[in-house]
């Protein structure tokens, strides 16, 4: 049985992960981010849910996700088997960026840890500025389709 619904995760991000630790990885890279700033916010954890839901994740892989200590490994150990600079290693920094402001606030020691994430992806500094860009427009077109509708 996968840990998550293979369709969703192509229509979602236009592949599959290399391997199921792999995507474990993923999201326990998001997590660890998220925890970054010494504490997951509940919002913060309901997007994290939110999107393992998206991608129809098991509830083993829930669990796991909610049973893992980000205080208990490194980003480094997490990352090894990423593509350096390719696709997988913006999505990730893009769905990190995501999650991490989902309280409202993106922390400053959150930020630090999107930006050790892409130094250990080799995603150029300019391309994660880029990124954070494109999540705040994203944010904005939501906050004006719900002034406007």
């Known amino acids: 049985m996968s840990q998550y619904d293979t369709q969703a995760v192509e229509q979602r991000y236009g592949r599959q992960p290399k391997s199921p630790e792999q995507a474990l990885n993923y999201l326990k890279a998001l997590k ?8 997951i916010a509940e919002s913060e954890w309901q997007a994290l849910l939110k999107g393992l839901k998206r991608v129809g994740a098991s509830e083993d892989a829930i669990q796991a ?5 980000p205080s208990s490994t490194t980003l480094e150990a997490l990352l090894p088997d990423f ?8 999505l990730l920094i893009r769905d ?12 400053t020691e959150e ?3 999107v930006q050790k994430m892409a130094q250990i992806l080799a995603v150029e500094p300019s391309v994660v500025k880029s990124i954070e860009a494109l999540v705040e427009m994203e944010h904005a077109v939501k ?7």
């Open 65 to 69: 996700i909610t049973d893992f200590d």
């Open 143 to 149: 906050r004006l389709r719900k002034a406007l509708l």
């Open 83 to 90: 593509t350096k600079g390719g696709k997988r290693a913006r």
């Open 111 to 113: 930020k630090a840890a």
């Open 96 to 107: 990190a960026i995501e999650v991490s402001r989902a309280d409202g606030v993106y922390a």
């Open 32 to 39: 660890w981010v998220i925890a970054a700033d010494g504490d």
